[in-house]
């Protein structure tokens, strides 16, 4: 079998950066006010506790994406 490649391409970097920049934003809106949903966000979530949760979701995934684009390409790590 060949040698793996698991370089994290440039352009996977920016398209991670880039759901981090717009899901950071959620994050804050979810976490921060949860209460306000209703003219901040797309629509009313109901309970203040349900876009808590929604809020932590989001930030999980640009949590991953943040260390997607922070990854260095082309470094072998063996």
Sequence with gaps: MGE?????LPSTKWVA????????PALVILW????????????????DLTPIFMGAALGAVS?????????????SRA
């Design 63 to 75: 949590l991953a994406g943040l260390y997607a684009a922070m990854e260095r390409t082309g470094a």
């Design 4 to 8: 793996r490649d698991d370089r994290v």
């Design 17 to 24: 950066l880039v759901v981090v920049l717009v899901l950071l």
């Design 32 to 47: 921060g006010m949860p209460g306000e949903t209703a003219d901040l966000w797309a629509w009313t979530i109901m309970p």
